[in-house]
């Protein structure tokens, strides 16, 4: 027998059956078991590591019985089978007993027990995505953790932030504007218009129009609006536009803290925990009196009080419910719900039509929100049916007179270049800043004085009231070798007249126009028709104002290529000179310099087709004319000023030809300087750009002399110096201009009739025949004169120049050849006289089309041949100024004809003005 199957000698004290009590009892799973106990059966085959027998440590006998009493043996000693010994033993595949050690045991493997850490994670003992999953334990512990860090955050912000002064923040400083030569003009802004008033003297409907408006929950929240914060948070932390406070302490609250008006992050968290320690320290009642006393209004009015004069002229306290309402409306955004408008930020989206919209549909609404959230009856809403009637904007008397308008184009200079300037709206609304405009006092002084004195010579409202009410003026001076506003006449007071006359568009400017016409067929060239349209575009011939065209009237007007032009309904263009004068007949043949002398219509509009409307358009805003002040280059038409540029934007224009061709856009802001030093200087971002060569600008410049010296423009002269400039008459005689200028200084001069009550909708401007005893307004008479006076007084004491010699410059361009030689005239083919150059009223109407037997002969030059119509062509929009209905198919007339693109107030399509930019 092997040595492996011998029975081992029994042990003493009790045989076999004592050994197995022994072994059992001392492997009790409920009993410390002893060294060697708790490893696999294997250990009693002898294992050196782990086998130490069931003997103690020593063992010097194997347990007999062999391999199935091992394994129940070792089964009774672990507790059962499916127990996993302590330390490891037992695992199918793993340990001791797995394939790869000495058993073959069913359980699994457990190795040796994992390090601990403090944070467990990734998870010890996990595989794959367990391993990264947190537990519950982490979980909590991290969000509790958060909360705390909160809570902490919260508590030491909580402690460092104060709440505001009301006090403080309505010492707002002025801002000081000085003249061009360093004295004060004006200060004004912050303390001097705002007063604090104390909550009894707050209308109760003011209180409940805010709270219906603005925050309804106010008298029961605690200071912040948790949705409206995560709102602007999360729209700040995309790049979005930031918001405020969307409660009434917050926006108090913003409104308190004048020394930090940052759209930032931090800001945000500073008000944020400033609004809770203010609604949880400071009663409702001092909340809303602070946050209606540091309120901006608009019109310079901080505070309830000053915008109860600034719109009403009385008392916060006598406010009615309605003008409540109106003043909770402002509130949302004065700049576009100022029925007035605002010139000063966007002349275009906060014109007055459009703010008064926005107020009415506000107001009512607010109304409405007061009724449904129980704060007003329906009966008390049933009487407030019309909208509160409110005054001029302008009452401060430190900005009556020409002030007012001169601090308009300083404030909408800076606001409309803020990526220049640096300065904001708001910050220039929170004061101390001093700033030093280009405005010259004797010259602003002098300007005015000139307009005052033609208005008091010759408009008398009493004696002619049909035709002498509303007579309006504007007027604007530029420096050429910078491009400094000097100068300008926005009206008869800014306190009494609120639109900017020399800052507005609307007014046509005539044939003040023809200047860029010349411009554009010098620089660029006339096509020739006898080349494809592209080559035409590409090979051109650039003229001298020498150049021939024909002085016609009643002109049949063609394109480029020689084909006859037709408006959008077939008809034909047949453009009229002023007066219906027709000039050198018999031959009609006239060179540019002569027709811009006497002011010719046909020849210039013909010159614009040859040149392309397109090419004349650039020619304008190359000048410095805004393109959204131009008209629809879609007509003849529009190269004799259908257009409705501003006074300053007209001055620069033609400053640009005064500098050689340089162009500067106008400014009215030098410097601005605050506590901090200078923070804003002109000079480093002036940018003069050469639009026309010296040798087209100068020839511009000569041929526009020839206009003062024996022209249109005689009455501008002055004594002893060169003047270049034009005058400008539109259709319906419902504008007039004189545009001129000196080496020195540039001035554009206009003259109109608007109703003045500037709260009507679609006003129109009215023609002036008849006005100031003359049979018609040209701007020969009434402009050409302010102009002269004007400049005598404001180039007193400068020095005399002269301008550039032109060189000799350009073709010249034959449009109208004499015709060859013909045969005798028959008998039959009689000739008729030349008209009359003044023909009746009935003669300017348009006739009905000849017979045949009207027409003219074949070679016969002085008969006006109408082509078959006498309608001409249509030119869409109206020509008042945008404010009529579309005119039927119609002759050209006056010196210029055609549509307008300004509207009823004035303030036209565009923006072109001196100090708001675009």
Same mark, same amino acid.
Not at 177 to 192: N, R
Not at 206 to 225: H, L, P, Q
Not at 729 to 740: C, E, L, P, Q, R
Not at 756 to 783: C, V, W
């Given at each position: 027998m092997s040595e492996h199957r011998r029975k081992p000698p029994q042990p003493q004290g009790g045989g076999r059956a004592a050994a197995r009590r022994g072994q059992s009892g001392s492997s009790s799973g409920r009993r410390a078991a002893p060294r060697g106990a708790t490893e696999s059966p294997s250990d009693s085959y002898g294992s050196d590591s782990y086998g130490l027998g069931p003997y103690g440590a020593e063992g010097d006998e194997r347990q007999s019985g062999g391999r199935a009493e091992s394994r129940r043996a070792s089964q009774r000693s672990t507790g059962g089978r499916r127990r996993v010994p302590e330390g490891g033993g037992g695992g199918r595949r793993g340990g001791p007993n797995g394939p790869n050690g000495p058993g073959r045991g069913r359980g699994r493997t457990a190795g040796p027990p994992p390090k601990k850490r403090f944070i467990d994670y990734p998870r010890a003992g996990k595989y794959g995505a367990a391993r990264w999953m947190p537990s519950w334990r982490q979980v909590t512990g991290?969000?509790?953790?958060?909360?705390?860090?909160?809570?902490?955050?919260?508590?030491?912000?909580?402690?460092?932030?104060?709440?505001?002064?009301?006090?403080?923040?309505?010492?707002?400083?002025?801002?000081?504007?000085?003249?061009?030569? !360093?004295?004060?003009? @004006?200060?004004?802004?912050?303390?001097?218009?705002?007063?604090?008033?104390?909550?009894?003297?707050?209308?109760?409907?003011?209180?409940?129009?805010?709270?219906?408006?603005?925050?309804?929950?106010?008298?029961?929240?605690? !200071?912040?609006?948790?949705?409206?914060?995560?709102?602007?948070?999360?729209?700040?932390?995309?790049?979005?536009?930031?918001?405020?406070?969307?409660?009434?302490?917050?926006?108090?609250?913003?409104?308190?803290?004048?020394?930090?008006?940052s759209q930032t992050l931090t800001r945000k968290f500073k008000e944020l925990f400033i609004s809770i320690k203010v609604g949880t320290n400071v009663s409702k009642e001092e909340i809303m009196a602070g946050y209606l006393n540091t309120a901006y209004y608009g019109r310079d009015s901080y505070g309830l009080q000053?915008?109860?004069?600034?719109?009403?002229?009385?008392?916060?306290?006598?406010?009615?419910?309605?003008?409540?309402?109106?003043?909770?409306?402002?509130?949302?955004?004065?700049?576009?719900?100022?029925?007035?408008?605002?010139?000063?930020?966007?002349? @275009?989206?906060?014109?007055?039509?459009?703010?008064?919209?926005?107020?009415?549909?506000?107001?009512r609404w607010i109304l409405d929100e007061e009724v449904r959230d129980g704060r007003m009856t329906a009966a008390e809403r049933a009487k407030y049916t019309t909208f509160p009637k409110t005054q001029n904007p302008r009452s401060n008397t430190a900005l009556s007179g020409q002030v007012g308008y001169l601090v308009d184009l300083a404030k909408g200079y800076l606001i409309n270049n803020t990526d220049k300037t640096g300065i904001t709206a708001d910050q220039l609304q929170q004061g101390g800043y001093s700033i030093y405009t280009t405005f010259d006092k004797k010259k602003v002084q002098a300007l005015e004085k000139a307009v005052t004195k033609v208005q008091k010579a010759n408009i008398d409202e009493k004696k002619r009231p049909d035709t002498d009410k509303y007579v309006q003026f504007g007027g604007a001076s530029v420096d050429p070798t910078t491009g400094a506003i000097k100068a300008s006449y926005g009206g008869v007071d800014a306190t009494k007249h609120f639109t900017n006359n020399a800052d507005t568009t609307g007014a046509q400017v005539g044939s003040t126009f023809k200047t860029f016409v010349l411009a554009a067929a010098m620089k660029w060239g006339v096509r020739d028709p006898d080349l494809g349209a592209t080559q035409a575009q590409d090979e051109r011939t650039q003229v001298s104002p020498e150049s021939i065209y024909s002085g016609k009237n009643k002109l049949k007007i063609k394109n480029y290529d020689n084909t006859i032009w037709r408006d959008k309904d077939d008809k034909e263009w047949l453009q009229r000179n002023d007066g219906d004068e027709s000039y050198n007949a018999p031959s009609f043949r006239i060179d540019l310099r002569e027709a811009m002398r006497v002011s010719s219509n046909s020849a210039y509009v013909q010159l614009g087709m040859d040149v392309g409307l397109d090419k004349v358009r650039e020619s304008a805003t190359d000048a410095g004319i805004l393109d959204s002040s131009l008209a629809s280059a879609d007509f003849p038409s529009f190269s004799i000023g259908t257009s409705s540029p501003s006074a300053i934007r007209m001055a620069g224009a033609y400053a640009t030809f005064a500098a050689s061709g340089k162009q500067r856009t106008p400014y009215s802001v030098e410097t601005v300087t605050n506590k901090d030093?200078?923070?804003?200087?002109?000079?480093?971002?002036?940018?003069?750009?050469?639009?026309?060569?010296?040798?087209?600008?100068?020839? @511009?410049?000569?041929?526009?002399?020839?206009?003062?010296?024996?022209?249109? !423009?005689?009455?501008?002269?002055?004594?002893?110096?060169? @003047?270049?400039?034009?005058?400008?008459?539109?259709?319906?005689?419902?504008?007039?201009?004189?545009?001129?200028?000196?080496?020195?200084?540039?001035?554009?001069?206009?003259?109109?009739?608007?109703?003045?009550?500037?709260?009507?909708?679609?006003?129109?401007?009215?023609?002036?025949?008849?006005?100031?005893?003359?049979?018609?307004?040209?701007?020969?008479?009434?402009?050409?004169?302010?102009?002269?006076?004007y400049m005598e007084q404001a180039l007193k004491g400068a020095p005399v120049k002269d301008f550039p010699t032109p060189e000799p410059y350009g073709e010249v361009v034959d449009k109208d050849p004499l015709p060859s030689p013909t045969p005798t005239v028959t008998e039959s083919e009689e000739v008729e006289p030349t008209p009359s150059p003044t023909p009746t009223e009935e003669e300017v109407e348009p006739s009905p089309s000849p017979s045949p037997s009207e027409t003219c002969g074949t070679f016969d030059v002085t008969c006006e041949d109408t082509g078959g119509t006498d309608t001409g062509g249509t030119d869409e929009g109206s020509t008042d100024g945008g404010v009529t209905s579309s005119p039927t198919p119609t002759e050209s007339d006056e010196e210029s004809n055609g549509s307008g693109t300004g509207n009823a107030n004035g303030s036209g399509s565009g923006t072109g003005n001196g100090g708001i930019f675009g």
């Open positions: 991290l969000f509790i953790g958060f909360v705390g860090s909160l809570v902490a955050v919260a508590g030491i912000g909580y402690a460092l932030v104060g709440v505001p002064d009301v006090a403080k923040a309505a010492n707002a400083q002025n801002n000081v504007y000085y003249w061009a030569d !360093g004295s004060q003009m @004006v200060a004004t802004g912050g303390e001097t218009n705002r007063q604090i008033i104390g909550y009894e003297k707050i209308p109760a409907s003011m209180r409940y129009a805010v709270m219906s408006a603005e925050n309804k929950t106010f008298e029961t929240d605690s !200071g912040i609006d948790p949705m409206g914060i995560g709102r602007a948070l999360f729209n700040m932390a995309k790049g979005g536009q930031t918001q405020g406070g969307s409660t009434i302490t917050q926006q108090y609250v913003k409104n308190a803290r004048l020394d930090d008006q000053a915008a109860a004069r600034a719109y009403f002229n009385k008392d916060a306290e006598d406010l009615d419910a309605s003008e409540c309402a109106f003043l909770a409306a402002v509130l949302k955004g004065a700049t576009y719900y100022d029925p007035a408008g605002n010139v000063n930020v966007d002349a @275009v989206n906060a014109k007055p039509e459009l703010n008064r919209k926005r107020a009415v549909e506000r107001w030093g200078t923070i804003f200087e002109h000079e480093k971002i002036a940018n003069a750009k050469q639009v026309f060569t010296a040798q087209v600008a100068d020839n @511009v410049t000569d041929v526009l002399k020839t206009v003062v010296d024996d022209g249109t !423009g005689t009455a501008a002269q002055l004594s002893g110096r060169d @003047v270049a400039g034009k005058t400008g008459t539109t259709d319906g005689n419902k504008s007039a201009w004189f545009v001129g200028y000196t080496p020195q200084l540039s001035t554009a001069i206009s003259m109109f009739r608007m109703d003045d009550d500037e709260t009507k909708k679609n006003r129109e401007f009215l023609e002036m025949y008849g006005t100031g005893g003359q049979e018609k307004i040209h701007g020969a008479s009434f402009p050409a004169e302010i102009w002269q006076d």
